[in-house]
């Protein structure tokens, strides 16, 4: 098979030996056998005897104060083996960060005495089949009080907001300050010196992985007391270290057998069925299965955060940007869960690919009673480049001005200094531009043509 | 719970189980017979990960309680090739690259074999409606699309050729002729 | 959970079924995904798919559909090709192998897609009740249900003369998606205007609506788009939220789907 278009080596030529021998030729997928055959084994597949199910009861309120919770019914249900509860969890709290020196713990495993979003677990159902699971789990009874609810991300951080987490703000604290910050410059100053001032607020909604394997694991007890662990995350070790902090058993006691996703993209990065099912089956001596329906991979599984973005741009008529202020706001929903590192990547991504002398860049996480948000493909950098690239187009045609010229001449060059004090190397975007350009028939002329990462115009 | 003795024509070979009332067909194949082939991705009948051919036609084995599809030909994903030679329709999904995570793969090509299979030479646009009810997350459609064109073509050039196909032979009889007899004239029993 | 499922071999003892507290089971595309995924009481259910009532008939132009025949049947008739785009915007073919005539009569709207068809074809339905088989219009039983226990048998409708038909369906996705809006007429038009006109509406109510206002308006017109305008504006919709369309937006893009349904464009 031909490559579709030849691959452009001059610009690496001296980092690069030899030539590309995989890329744009076809190379059979190794699984593609077992896809094609339905042979490929999913951790579904796997039907151990003697079974259990995993159910959830779960809170249907968005902020709210547990008064009493009452399993009496859940335990009258024909089939039902157990119930657990946040005092059977031998250390409730998710720590999924933890394990890279990011605190405090803040989400239970399983809710107890407020829920904080809709869909949070509070009591888990094991039972024989799948159905009585289900039936103990709908025969839990919870008593709340409502709490004020706060669903959007500037509301939570307005004065006189409900605080809604038990460290006393609304947003993550980054180092004493409330939020993610760059500051390169002097971002007034810049303002001032400038032609134009631009602004644009951009938003995003949370976005669903919607896998279509729902997310899950089947846990099954060995002989030797370890606990072997099918499941469909797409991190192993996170899986085994986490499950294994949660249940205060040595992480030698368990094992993690995965490797097959039915589709992740993120989303099955954070370690929510497993410890329950290890939990379940820790409890009953029985394997025990915990997958999510359809309707709670939709409603509770993480999703991609949904963001405010708000920038300021001052900008001379020629189209240079002298500077950036960004202030951006992401909804961790209701927990941490990958959120306080998504924003500290939202700020490292500030302000785009280009080279502005003046940035102050604001990040907040932000907490509201709202599904956990968490990793999804370039989470904390996605939404943000579609604001800064909607931005860009959005000055440009303030100006006037063709919006591939406009990104040509902001372009960061190899030796800029970054807002981050980085030294920019192997940036490569001028001539990524001048490429794109040509493949679509976009005429530059030749200042523009001429550009180079290696050197910055003067100007 | 009484529970049932059901009878499948399953892959081509008469099997037996039994039958709770809330078996669906999708459980009977992958919890009593082990074939883990057909995936349950939301058992709403909603992402077509557990379509198998029922009496030839695609369906969703999730919603079918598997005692009222007694004495029916039920035909899975792993009843396609013949030992290790892939059919053409899986074969054009390896080639054309139509799988990412493999979950949705299973009920794609029972999709796209119940096209080919009533459709030797579809369009573009036959195809895309024929897997309209298959959710893949991955590949984008596509490469799935580009697969199943090219599976029919190769259909055509094996036919052409006289090529031998068992499998496709075992697809083309019984089971169409079942589906026909069901949807007879009414017999004007209680047309009253 | 279902803790039965009975396979009569007949109308009459799936209605004696039925009559003992079972609910019928059409092609379990609505049921079974309730069964799924939801708590809830115990459910006998009456299977309907060896019952005899799968079949289509054709009789000059009176058109009997049995109430199991399968939308996939209907899709596979080349004699009821006018009804083939409705069918076709109906869930996707591993769902249409399944689904029923009778059921698509009483799933919630925005589904009901070939109800909507049928109620502007004026169809009627046979009803087996206690008293025995009777005729009911389908207008009426959208509009008031059946009694618990009935059992609808066969529907009869009168095949629309060629052109005079027309179905359009406004959805998220082109295929394989619920109605924003779904509109479905019978409509002749003589010497410039508009003759005879059925007109019924999907997705703008939560039951079917048949659109007299409209019909008063189109009736003796001529079919304009200033006329549709004003027929688009002559009916009390009552649209709802759902996952596929808000209802601000629903009846924002109503008028515009009636005249691509009546006007093609």
Known sequence: MGRLTPIDTTYFKDERAGDFTVIGSAVQRSDARGHVTGRTLFFEDLTPPGLTHVKIHRSTRHHARIDRVDVSGALEVPGVLRVITHEDVPNNWYVVLRLIGVGPDDEPVLAEDRVLYRGEPIVAVVAETEEAAREGAARVVVDYTDLPAVLDVEAALADGAPIIKQAGTNHFVYEGHPCRRIRFGDVERGFAEADRIIEGRYSSSPIEHAPVEPTGCIVVPQGDGRLRIHSNTQAAFFTLDNTALILGVPPTSLRVVGGTVGGGFGGKVDVIVEPLACLAAMLTGRPAKYVYSRAEEMQVSSTRAAEHIHIKDGVMDDGRIVARQVTLYVDAGAYSRHSPYGTTKAAAHMPGPYTIPNVHVDCYCVYTNRTPSSAMRGFGVTIGDFALESHMDHVARELGMDPLRLRLKNAYRDGDMKAHRKIASGTALVEVIQSAADLVGHDLPPEYRAMSSAERPEG | MPSTIVTLKLNGTERELIARPSTTLLSALRDTFGLTGAKRGCAQGGCGSCTVLLDGRPAVSCLIPVVTVDGCAVETVEGLADGDRLDDVQQAFVDHFATQCGFCTPGMIMSATALLNREPAPTRQDVTEAICGNVCRCTGYEPIVTAVLSAAESRRDGAAEGRHDSAAERRHDGAGERHRDAAAPLSGKAAG | ?265
């Open chain 3, 1 to 265: 959970m279902l803790i039965s499922v009975e396979m009569p071999d007949s109308a009459e003892a799936a209605h004696a079924s039925l009559q003992a507290g079972a609910v019928p089971l059409g092609g379990g595309t609505h049921l079974l995904t309730r069964m799924n995924d939801e708590a809830g009481p115990d459910l006998r259910v009456v299977s309907l798919r060896k019952a005899g009532l799968r079949g289509i008939d054709v009789d000059g132009d009176t058109v009997t559909l049995g109430a199991a025949t399968t939308l996939a049947d209907l899709e596979d008739d080349p004699r009821l090709g006018y009804l083939a785009g409705c069918v076709r915007s109906i869930a996707s073919p591993p769902v249409r192998t399944l689904a029923t005539v009778a059921g698509n009569l009483f799933v919630p709207q925005p589904y009901g897609d070939l109800a909507a068809a049928l109620l502007a074809l004026d169809a009627e339905l046979d009803v087996l009740g206690t008293a025995g088989l009777r005729r009911e219009r389908l207008e009426r039983v959208v509009a008031d249900g059946l009694p618990e226990g009935e059992l609808v048998t066969r529907i009869r409708f009168t095949a629309p003369a060629p052109g005079t038909f027309r179905f359009h369906k406004a959805s998220r996705r082109r295929l394989n998606s619920g109605s924003i809006v779904t509109v479905a007429a019978r409509l002749t038009v003589e010497d410039g205007l508009v003759g005879d006109v059925r007109l019924v509406l999907g997705g703008l109510s939560r039951r079917l609506l048949r659109a007299a206002g409209a019909e008063r308006v189109l009736r003796g017109a001529p079919l304009t788009a200033e006329v549709v305008a004003e027929a688009a504006g002559a009916d009390v919709i009552e649209p709802f939220d759902d996952a596929y369309a808000s209802a601000w937006y629903r009846a924002r893009v109503y008028p515009v789907h009636l005249r691509r349904a009546l006007l093609g464009a």
